[in-house]
Each structure stands twice: as structure tokens, then as C-alpha cells.
């Protein structure tokens, strides 16, 4: 009967713990900064309330976008859309008036848009995020004292976080939801986490601190050049402009370019391509097209009507992980930034685990890094159609070092050489980029290696993390754990390092 009267008359829920009591207080100040992941383990969020019918939402831009295409609508952080077509990356919508007239209709990038009036609409919201990601974010220094964001944590039923940058630290809040409200201390109960978020900007935390301004957060980019190159990639050299060399390997050169003299891309010239099977390449595109992750890197497009073969990527600013690692910016990051590298890698890998699709070629030199140290895998699916048929004939250039024993003696790639492959590159990123097996060759490393011999602990690396290379180098691939459980163990581990 009690619990009737709660669902009916939610008005007179402060009333009715006046006459029975609380039993679900959770008490008040639900600050934690310290533990597992830094977060209170308060009684289990309820479900977030049921979104408004599709067809009835409206959405709004949160950045300024410019039109690549003359099907696509510019648009300026703040405009009002609502969607009529939901599909894939690119969404066909109508930019209206507060009022509700149109005012023209074309397609824009649904990564750019966001609910109008919910949660995921508000410049604070991060989505699920893990208390590092969030600390990473806070600290950044164009944030100032009092910023702060709201994510979904990482731990099932645990609900909403507010978590706020206080001086040189970072603090988590638990926010309660129960049927009808939102609260981190029990006496402030608010029907909308957006009602939340404007009170404690208003008036002080339990401990003090103040919401300031949300945490600063980059501009997504297009998914794709364009929507047109969503589906039809193979685009022609002359609307792409060489700017300078980024790197040089045995199988291409790298270039910043422009797409149409204005959109930042890189440009992959293919060495050798008379090796190539075109056929294959062709379908191995359109593959690695279909293949989205936020640790990915992005193919879009190839420009293949003439040689030399052209590839274009999304350009990370701060180049290959392996350099990134031994220049000075990279030697400055701490274990704790160094693992969280590791953990992206891990989680892009798990993705292509997912996909049933292999690498065969992991290495840091093939990791991406850009803003925020986000790390992005790169090279793969094409390693065996552009790479194999040069190691035929140049032997010499194989990557021994990084390559399961089983992938060297019988030419078996699998997801769990790639796993072998992965422990070599955590070997390379807690050492800052210092080469595998320094005091051997390659032949040398394949027959220590498949005599057992495996590489010791790096100077200072904790054994949480040894364990894990030692797991990668299992000698049955059987053994060898997958890249789904390698990221969950990464992700713990950040944890005990802090």
C-alpha cells in the first residue's frame, strides 16, 4: 500500500520519510576521492526516464559545422534541427526557428548534434567515462578551479557522477536518482539533473567547491570527408594537395594533406603497388570502411585510377605512438598516462577482436596519436595485401620482433598474434619507445624465442603489467588471453597505479 501511494503521489515523497523514515539514505555528501574508481557504491541508479517518441525530438548543434558537400547544411553551435531520416552517420534534418519553421533541409553529421532539451544535449554531459578519463579531462590546463562534467559511470547501476575540478585535485559526486528526483546531498532534491547542475552553480557542495564552467571538450570530426564519401570512396588525386613528409617506412610515405584545399587529412603514397592485387585491395577497402571505433583511425577515401596508390586517413596531429614516446613530450608522461595508452589500444583492438578481423602488424609504430593523447591503431586489415608480398622477397624486413612464433614458422595470423603483438607494444610503451630484444637480431630472436626464452621486466615495471606481457607470450595462442579481457585488465590496473 505504502509503495502505492509513494508511485502515485511522488509530490509527497519528503512527507512521507517525515512519517516512516528513509530507508535507502544514502546520507548526505556522497564526495569520494579515493578507492576502486572513486565513486561512492550507493544503492543502484534507477533507469534514466523513458525519451520523448523519435519522431517528436528536436535536436541541437553543439559546434559550428561548414558544409562540404552542396546537399549538407552549415550550421552554428546553438541551431535547432529536427531529423527526419536516421541513418548511418549522416542524418537528413531540417534546421528550424524556435517557433518551428523551417527553415531549410539537408543532411549534417549526427555526431555534431545532441537531444535539445535532454541531458546528452548539455555542453557538461560526457556520456560514460571512467573516473581517470574524467580526472584527464578536469586537469587539463585551459580548465579553471570550480570546472566540471557529468558522466555515466563505467560500473553497472551506478548511475550519474558529477565530477569537479578542485585545486590540483579531482572530486567525484554520486548523484542519487530515485523515481522522481536527483541529489548528491539528501536535503537538495532536484527533478532534472539540469536543475541539479544550475543549483550547485549557484550554491556551494557539501565540501565547498562551486560548478564553474564545464570542462573544456574538442570538436568532434566527420565521420567522412563528406556524405557522398560515406559511400563512394575512390576519389581523384587532384582534389588532394601534398603538404610536408610526416614519415617514410619500406611500404609508403606519409604526407600531411588538404582535401579540396581546406580539410585536413593524411596522405599514405603506397611504394610497390604493381605487387598489389587490386581486386583484393578493392574489397579490403571497402571492409575497413565499415570498420568505425573512437580508436580507429578513420579510412576516407583511396585515389587508385593511376600509380602511385593513394590512402587517406584522418590526420592525428602528434604523429606514431613510437616517436611520440621517445620525444620529450612522451618521455614526460607518467606510468598511470602511459597504461591509459595502452588501454585504447587494447580497447580498438578488442573492436577488430569483435569484427573477426586481424591486424598482422601491431606495433607502437602503427599507433596514432593525437589531442589528449588519444591513441588510435592504424595499418590495419591492409598488412597482409600491401605488406606480405614485400616480406616474400625482402626477408630481411619482417617484424620479427613483434611477431608470434606461430605467425613466423607457419605463416599462422590470427587475433592472438595480434595478442602477441600487443605485449611487445607494452613492452615499447613503458619503456618510452626502446626496441624489443636489444641485445639480439631477428633470426636470433626467433630461435630464443621459440626455445622459451622470453624478455625480463623493464626497469620499474610494476608486475601487474609484466604479468600481462607474460600472458601475451604464451606459447599456445590458446593460452593467450583475448583483447576484450586485456582491456579490462588494463583498465584495473590504471587504478592501482594511481
Known sequence: MGGSVRKACPCLERLWERICGDKSDPGTGNVSDEGRDGEVQEPAAAPRPAAAAEGSMIYTALWLFDSRHPDELSFREGDLFKVLVREGDWWEAQKIQQNGRVLETGIVPRNYLARGESVDGQLWFFGTMDRLQAQKHLMSPDNQNGAFLVRLSV????????????????????????????????????????????????????????????????????????????????????????????????????????????INVAIKIIKNDSELNHAEFHREVEILKGLRHRHLISLFAICTASAPYYIITELMEKGNLLNFLRGPEGAGLDLTSLVDMATQVADGMSYLEEQKSIHRDLAARNVLVGENYICKVADFGLARIVKEPFYITADTKIPYKWCAPEAISHGKFSIKSDVWSFGILLYEIVTHGAMPYPAHSNQEVYRQVSRGYRMPAPPNCPNLLYDIMMQCWSNDPEERPNFSKLWRQLSLSRYNLV
Open 155 to 262: 560500473k553497472d547501476g551506478l548511475g550519474y557522477v558529477l565530477s569537479v575540478k578542485s585545486e590540483d585535485r579531482v572530486k567525484h559526486f554520486k548523484v542519487v536518482q530515485s523515481e522522481c528526483w536527483f541529489y548528491v546531498e539528501l536535503e537538495d532534491r532536484f527533478s532534472s539533473l539540469i536543475d541539479l547542475v544550475e543549483h550547485y552553480q549557484e550554491h556551494d557542495l557539501c565540501t565547498g567547491d562551486r560548478l564553474g564552467e564545464p570542462c573544456g571538450r574538442r570538436e568532434p570530426q566527420p565521420p567522412d570527408l563528406s556524405h557522398i564519401t560515406a559511400i563512394d570512396w575512390e576519389l581523384p588525386k587532384e582534389e588532394f594537395t601534398l603538404k610536408e613528409q610526416l614519415g617514410s617506412g619500406y611500404f609508403a610515405e606519409v604526407y600531411r594533406g588538404l582535401w579540396k584545399g581546406r
